[in-house]
């Protein structure tokens, strides 16, 4: 592991266990066992650091994604399990730090949304491969059908009353993702929904 690599893995932990505020170069030089000159020879100043941080996270999103996709029997497990990826994202806290980074930061988070319209494509040419299995519903729109669920996911994530309401935020995450694929699955697709939930102990309510 060369410098770079090692400083990136160490400010990883740090941001998720103190967060971007608190974090500080000297924090980083001291759990990486390196001078701040080292430091700074190889990152320039902490939102530069941050942002790299973010770009090796999420090419480690993208390709644990892929071997998802790769290893499933079909369109709807994969689907399944991407989420169940994404839930154990929201569980573990790095939501709130990313949510936090993007206070300090917004501008590192412009190209994200400026993504959610190939998310958005994305999702649904898995929809469409969903099609073709017999999962899905072969009159549904895809595109509509990929719009509508993501802008409920961010909806969500956006509701700062949910609590008010005597609601967990990821059992309603939970509620929003099996009631959409509900939603668009033909019988066979529900019949499968149902065995996941068996397999995942009816995690997902």
Do not use: W
């Not at 839930?87 to 994200?112: C, I, N, Q, W």
Request: charged share 25%.
């Amino acid at each position: 592991m060369d410098t770079q690599e090692h400083i990136i893995k160490e400010t990883s932990k740090l941001l998720q266990n103190v967060g971007p505020a608190a974090m500080t170069m000297d924090m980083v030089a001291k759990a990486c066992g390196i001078s701040k000159r080292t430091l700074y020879e190889n990152f320039t100043d902490k939102r530069s650091l941050i942002k790299e941080c973010l770009t090796q996270m999420h090419a480690k999103h993208i390709s644990e994604l892929n071997d998802v996709f790769r290893t499933s029997q079909n369109c709807f497990e994969a689907l399944f399990r991407t989420y169940i990826k994404i839930r154990e994202y929201l569980t573990s806290g790095a939501s709130k730090r990313a949510e936090e980074v993007a206070r300090m930061y917004p501008d590192l988070f412009e190209d994200h949304k400026k993504k959610e319209g190939i998310i958005i494509g994305q999702l649904a040419k898995v929809l469409q491969k969903a099609q073709e299995e017999g999962h899905v519903i072969k009159l549904i729109n895809t595109k509509i059908a990929a719009f509508i669920f993501l802008s409920s996911i961010r909806n969500i994530n956006d509701n700062e009353r949910i609590s008010e309401y005597g609601l967990n935020r990821i059992e309603v995450f939970d509620g929003a993702f099996i009631n959409f694929m509900r939603g668009v699955a033909t019988i066979s697709g529900i019949e499968f929904i149902d065995e996941i939930m068996k397999n995942n102990n009816n995690t997902l309510q």
